[in-house]
Each structure stands twice: as C-alpha cells, then as structure tokens.
C-alpha cells in the first residue's frame, strides 16, 4: 500500500516537496491542499508583475517552457493530486487526517496521510487603521493581490501612490510605480529604508538616491489615518503630514499562519512560528513543517530565526521530501541573506551587523570600503560601498552589507559562501576570485575589503566609519580634517560639512609643514584609497596621531557643502 503524504499549502515549500518526491518516492501517493487558485507562483515576482516587467501574470505560475503549473500539470507530470480552492481547517493528530472545506461548494471532508507537511506560509498584515479597507488599499501578498492591483495600475486613475511601509516588499513596489510615471511617496516609523536589510548610514544614501528619483521618504512618521470618500481614496495622513494618494500599499510585514497547527498542540515558538528539527520535522514526528510558517537556525549565532524568503522555502521543501522519503539530508540554516534592486542600486546584506554580532557575544570589527567593480578603462564600469564585519579573537567573517551600481550580487554571494564556510578574514583576502577586466579589477573589492579589515585588526590603520566620524567631530575636541582631493573634484563633489584644509595628495610632502603638530588629523579623498598615501607622508613626518575616513565623501551620508 502506498504511503499517504498530505501536504497543506501548495505555493513554494509545499509544492517544491511534493514535486521532490514525485522524482525520489514516486511510490507515495501526494496530495496537495491549496486554499488559493493558483499554485507554485513565483510571489517575489509580484513587484515586477505590477511594474509591467512581467507581462502576463500566467509567466510567474508557469514553467521556462510556458506550461502552466496548474492542478492538470501536476496530475500529467508528477503524478500530484492537488485541490485548489481548499482550506484546512482542523488536523487530528490521533486519526491522522485533516479536515478541509471546499470554498466554492461549501462542503466539508476529510483527508487521512501519513506524513503531513504544513507549508501554510504567512499572511500579511492589514493594520486597524482607519480607512485601511477602502478601495484601492492593497496588500501584495497572494495572486489576486498582484491582479488586483495590476488592474489598479493599468487603469491610468493612479496618480499618486503611498506605500506604508519602506522594507523590501514596499520599495521594490516603489521602482515598479515611479517607472510607470506614478508619484510615489513611502512612509515609515523608522528612520531610514531598508530598516532590517541595511544599517542607517546606507539607508540615508538610499533615501538620497530614491528622493533624486523624484520619490518622497517620509521617516519616523507614523500611519494614523488613510482619508477617502465613498470608499475611494484621496490621501494618507501621518501624525506630521497629509500626502495625496490615489492608492495605497500596506507594507508593514507578515505574520505566519500557525493557527491549526496551534489548536493541534504542535510546538509553537514565541513568534508564533512552527518549531522543527534539522529534518524540518515539528513536534509530531508524522508532521513536518516549512517555509515562511516555521523558525530555522542561524547559522553564525546557532539561535533561532525567522526568515521568510522563497528560497527558503523551497530548500526546506526538498529537505522535508528527503526526510519523508528516508535520505539522509538535513535543513542547516540560513545567515540572514537579502538582496534588492532599486533602480540602477543593487543593495544587499548577509550574516551579521556589527550590534547583531556584540548581542551574539563576538567583539566585532569593521570597516566600510568603496571600490570599482571593473577596471576604470573598461565600459560599465560601476562601483559599490560594502561593509565587512569580523570577529577581532577568532578572525572569523560574521556579515556584510553591500550597495551600489556595480556587480554587487556576484560579491554578495560570495560572502555567502565566505561565512557559510567560517572563513577567516586572512582566507578571504587570499580568495583565488576570478579575473579578467570585464569582470572584476585585478584584486576584487572583496579582496580589498578584507585587506582593509585586515589593516584595521592589525593596528596597521585606524579608521572612522561615517557614523563615528560624525560622533567625533560632536566633540569638544574634534580632529583635524585633510582632505587630498583635486580643486576640480571638490567643485564636483562638494565637502564633508565641517572645518577642512585641502592640500592635494601630490603637493602633501611639500605642504606637510601647513599641518598642525599635536592634533589627531584626519584624511579623507574621494572613496578614500589616496588617504592611505597620505598617512604614509604623514608618518614619515612624524604625524603619529592619524586616522581614515572609511568610504571617503562617496560613502558620506549626512550633509555635504
């Protein structure tokens, strides 16, 4: 007799198990419950679908060769049965079944398995603010949310738009507005973009960048009210403001749907995430669980996590598979890897920020570079600003932030690789990367990285990231400011806002007389690699009292002159 796997949720963990076992225990018989139409979509696309990137909406449920992945295709192909437009309500642990309801018909029936599989995924959250169930207020969470306001979009209505919310859902939507002519402000009640990818320096760059793109940030601020009338909306009020909107997208996050699995006994974290083993087994051995309804590992602080992303999902989807079918594979984690495009921006993180790591208990070190991806003769030539953050005691690689308009997925990945593999900063500085001019310089930025960072644990340099820089000059001993740049570049670039001496990196041994003796001096250029030079010259004329602006005025982020 063949086993029974029931699996509830049939869109990225739950499908990708049961296509897995299609291939490795085609003796199961695979049951899929799906209370959407739609299953094994492509919800990341959403953003793209809804800027008029991906066409037809039919592109994100079907597959490279435009088949759709619909209850036929997986009962032809897999040998899958799935019910769409089915809702789990109820699993009794005992019997082993689930109770389902048919939306359409209203009917009621019971499913029996042997191994289950939960992939309920999340919903996302709906604020009880008022005005918040008008018309043209959308979520983009499911299919008819991408449809719904697709259709919205399409219509030529949609002037103006407020996103709520400014994490990675809400401002890959604003590129997909702003690049349809609509004019798009987002509100947050931190201070900065990207809260929880990036930390504030860079997240005061992005919100230069997007705001140069006509996009209006509004941070700090608060939600109270969205204003209509006849349930059509006409503005969004803050507690500082009223913006005027046509529509308005809720981003403020998700919540897990765990309810059934509560009211089963299953093991529930305090978030209210599934817990599950390595094995993405939950409590009861005959139910597994995975995707954006459970907590995994992280893998640099061993503690538990939530990280809700497709691929994710779709990983523990073949693990869960695996374990059902009796291989041996196991889940071992995720370090916290996201990344965004916004524009022309690539923007990025993985592992651990410098706060992040100290909470661990590591005494984390970093430092902030800004490099060229390709050599500057080569066309398209881009750059990007990455932050390295290592233990000081074992030289271990914790995380990374990175940004820019150059290459910067490639890096990102990379660093993925460097953590996940516990490597030291010296390993990475010594990585064989591939080059050749159109892809990378001859030391890649992530070797030029960790050799900063090295220079930096060494006592070989010191340096101020821009947040301490401007907590130093605060001070009521502020250092002294050398900038090396060209007259012609600061004409371009404009200056750091406080008291500065400018004496050409070419001219600085000859000048170095005009620099006060018995004051911390320090140097800055443009990405600050010249600064380097410079602390040579001065050292060789007894200025011991030195330090480096990380990032130079490229990774500046608060005034310029």
Request: net charge neutral; with cysteine.
């Given at each position: 007799?063949?086993?029974?796997?029931?699996?509830?949720?049939?869109?990225?963990?739950?499908?990708?198990?049961?296509?897995?076992?299609?291939?490795?225990?085609p003796?199961?018989?695979?049951?899929?419950?799906?209370?959407?139409?739609?299953?094994?979509?492509?919800?990341?696309?959403?953003?793209?679908?809804?800027?008029?990137?991906?066409?037809?909406y039919?592109?994100?449920?079907?597959?490279?060769?435009?088949?759709?992945?619909?209850?036929?295709?997986?009962?032809?192909?897999?040998?899958?049965?799935?019910?769409?437009?089915?809702?789990?309500?109820?699993?009794?642990?005992?019997?082993?079944?689930?109770?389902?309801?048919?939306?359409?018909?209203?009917?009621?029936?019971?499913?029996?398995?042997?191994?289950?599989?939960?992939?309920?995924?999340?919903?996302?959250?709906?604020?009880?603010?008022?005005?918040?169930?008008?018309?043209?207020?959308?979520?983009?969470?499911?299919?008819?949310?991408?449809?719904?306001?697709?259709?919205?979009?399409?219509?030529?209505?949609?002037?103006?738009?407020?996103?709520?919310?400014?994490?990675?859902?809400?401002?890959?939507?604003?590129?997909?507005?702003?690049?349809?002519?609509?004019?798009?402000?987002?509100?947050?009640?931190?201070?900065?973009?990207?809260?929880?990818?990036?930390e504030?320096?860079?997240g005061l760059?992005?919100?230069k960048?997007?705001?140069?793109?006509?996009?209006?940030?509004?941070?700090?601020?608060?939600?109270?009210?969205?204003?209509?009338?006849?349930?059509?909306?006409?503005?969004?009020?803050?507690?500082?403001?009223t913006?005027?909107?046509?529509?308005?997208?809720?981003?403020?996050?998700?919540?897990?749907?765990?309810?059934?699995?509560?009211?089963?006994?299953?093991?529930?974290?305090?978030?209210?995430?599934?817990?599950?083993?390595?094995?993405?087994?939950?409590?009861?051995?005959?139910?597994?669980?995975?995707?954006?309804?459970?907590?995994?590992?992280?893998?640099?602080?061993?503690?538990?996590?939530?990280?809700?992303?497709?691929?994710?999902?779709?990983?523990?989807g073949?693990?869960?598979?695996?374990?059902?079918?009796?291989?041996?594979?196991?889940?071992?984690?995720?370090?916290?890897?996201?990344?965004?495009?916004?524009?022309?921006?690539?923007?990025?993180?993985?592992?651990?920020?410098?706060?992040?790591?100290?909470?661990?208990?590591?005494?984390?070190?970093?430092?902030?570079?800004?490099?060229?991806?390709?050599?500057?003769?080569?066309?398209?030539?881009?750059?990007?600003?990455?932050?390295?953050?290592?233990?000081?005691?074992?030289?271990?690689?914790?995380?990374?932030?990175?940004?820019?308009?150059?290459?910067?997925?490639?890096?990102?990945?990379?660093?993925?690789?460097?953590?996940?593999?516990?490597?030291?900063?010296?390993l990475?500085?010594?990585?064989?990367?591939?080059?050749?001019?159109?892809?990378?310089?001859?030391?890649?930025?992530?070797?030029?990285?960790?050799?900063?960072?090295?220079?930096?644990?060494?006592?070989?340099?010191?340096?101020?990231?821009?947040?301490?820089m401007?907590?130093?000059?605060?001070?009521?001993?502020?250092?002294?400011?050398?900038?090396?740049?060209?007259?012609?570049?600061?004409?371009?670039?404009?200056?750091?806002?406080?008291?500065?001496?400018?004496?050409?990196?070419?001219?600085?041994?000859?000048?170095?007389?005009?620099?006060?003796?018995?004051?911390?001096?320090?140097?800055?250029?443009?990405?600050?690699?010249?600064?380097?030079?410079?602390?040579?010259a001065?050292?060789?004329?007894?200025?011991?009292?030195?330090?480096?602006?990380?990032?130079?005025?490229?990774?500046?982020?608060?005034?310029?002159?």
């Amino acid at each position: 007799m063949s086993r029974k796997v029931l699996i509830v949720g049939g869109v990225a963990c739950g499908a990708k198990a049961a296509a897995r076992l299609a291939r490795i225990a085609p003796e199961c018989d695979v049951t899929i419950l799906e209370r959407g139409d739609y299953i094994s979509f492509a919800g990341c696309g959403f953003p793209y679908f809804v800027g008029d990137v991906v066409k037809e909406y039919k592109d994100l449920v079907c597959t490279p060769l435009g088949i759709v992945r619909d209850a036929a295709f997986f009962r032809n192909v897999k040998n899958i049965t799935v019910h769409t437009r089915t809702l789990a309500t109820k699993i009794d642990r005992e019997a082993k079944t689930v109770t389902a309801t048919n939306i359409s018909t209203g009917e009621e029936k019971i499913y029996p398995y042997d191994d289950l599989v939960l992939a309920t995924g999340a919903s996302a959250i709906r604020p009880p603010i008022p005005g918040c169930d008008m018309n043209s207020v959308f979520t983009l969470w499911t299919m008819p949310d991408a449809l719904a306001m697709k259709s919205a979009v399409d219509s030529g209505r949609v002037k103006s738009a407020v996103i709520v919310g400014g994490g990675l859902i809400g401002m890959e939507v604003v590129e997909a507005l702003a690049n349809r002519g609509i004019s798009v402000s987002v509100v947050d009640l931190l201070p900065t973009p990207l809260p929880a990818l990036v930390e504030e320096d860079f997240g005061l760059r992005i919100q230069k960048y997007v705001e140069g793109k006509g996009v209006h940030f509004y941070g700090g601020e608060k939600v109270v009210e969205i204003v209509g009338d006849g349930g059509v909306v006409s503005a969004v009020r803050t507690d500082k403001r009223t913006i005027d909107a046509d529509m308005v997208l809720m981003a403020v996050g998700i919540r897990p749907n765990t309810a059934m699995a509560k009211e089963a006994g299953l093991e529930l974290a305090k978030n209210g995430t599934i817990v599950v083993d390595d094995s993405m087994r939950t409590s009861d051995p005959h139910i597994y669980a995975g995707g954006d309804c459970v907590q995994t590992k992280h893998l640099v602080t061993g503690k538990p996590v939530w990280q809700p992303m497709g691929s994710t999902a779709n990983r523990q989807g073949r693990v869960i598979a695996d374990a059902i079918a009796g291989l041996r594979d196991t889940f071992a984690g995720v370090i916290g890897t996201g990344i965004l495009k916004l524009f022309e921006l690539t923007i990025g993180r993985t592992g651990l920020n410098d706060a992040q790591a100290r909470e661990a208990g590591y005494d984390p070190v970093s430092v902030l570079v800004h490099e060229p991806d390709r050599p500057h003769f080569m066309p398209g030539m881009g750059a990007m600003s990455i932050r390295l953050v290592a233990d000081r005691n074992s030289r271990q690689i914790l995380g990374a932030q990175l940004m820019g308009n150059g290459a910067v997925d490639k890096r990102l990945d990379a660093l993925v690789a460097a953590i996940t593999g516990r490597l030291t900063v010296d390993l990475l500085a010594d990585t064989d990367f591939a080059y050749a001019p159109p892809f990378s310089t001859a030391l890649d930025p992530i070797t030029h990285a960790a050799n900063v960072l090295r220079n930096k644990m060494d006592g070989l340099v010191r340096t101020y990231s821009p947040e301490e820089m401007a907590e130093r000059m605060a001070t009521g001993t502020p250092p002294f400011i050398l900038d090396v740049r060209t007259p012609k570049e600061l004409d371009l670039q404009g200056r750091l806002p406080y008291d500065s001496v400018n004496i050409p990196l070419g001219t600085l041994r000859a000048r170095v007389g005009e620099l006060p003796k018995g004051q911390e001096i320090v140097v800055y250029c443009k990405t600050s690699g010249r600064a380097w030079d410079a602390i040579s010259a001065l050292k060789i004329a007894g200025f011991e009292d030195t330090a480096i602006l990380e990032g130079g005025i490229t990774a500046w982020p608060y005034e310029i002159k």
